[in-house]
């Protein structure tokens, strides 16, 4: 019967820590490796943010890596006021030329098209998406508060 219970006790930790692992939002498995291209950059960023009080918890790997003609890469950023992408143009190109396109549907969700440099010639469809352009990096959330929050912490830079 000990044995029964000790077994017993060692399958539970065991999917106690798999089950925690899987949900765990800073998962390590999807941390941005220090070999991505755009880690340099999201790390200043990192950095940047924490140090105007947005929090950074973790930067893992985005989707959104090569979306845009040019791009560096993108990152996905989890802090202590919501979640947000990021993607990165090399050091000395920027998102100015970029324009956003809106089309919002009577259901509530929204389609995106850029027009502009750095080129893109898909469509965004979903949730409404909230965008901010500073320098080389393009950053969005479904959160408007968080971009709102993002845009204080970087125009202060």
Known sequence: MLRLLRVLF????????????KDDPCDPKSLLPPT??????????????NRHGV??????????????????????FRTDTGDFETLFLPRLQSWDEL????????S???KY???GSPKYSGTWEGKPVYFFKHRNQFLHS?????????REALQSE
């Open 10 to 21: 060692v399958l539970f930790v065991m999917q106690a820590s798999f089950l925690s692992a």
């Open 36 to 49: 991505d291209p755009a880690h340099t950059e999201a790390m200043k960023l990192a950095e940047t943010l």
């Open 55 to 76: 929090q950074v918890r973790c930067v893992l790997l985005s989707k959104q890596a090569q979306m845009f003609e040019g791009q560096l890469g993108a990152a996905l």
């Open 99 to 106: 324009k956003v396109v809106e089309q919002r549907e009577p």
């Open 108 to 110: 509530g969700n929204a």
């Open 113 to 115: 098209h850029f027009q």
């Open 142 to 150: 479904f959160d408007q508060q968080v971009v709102t929050k993002l």
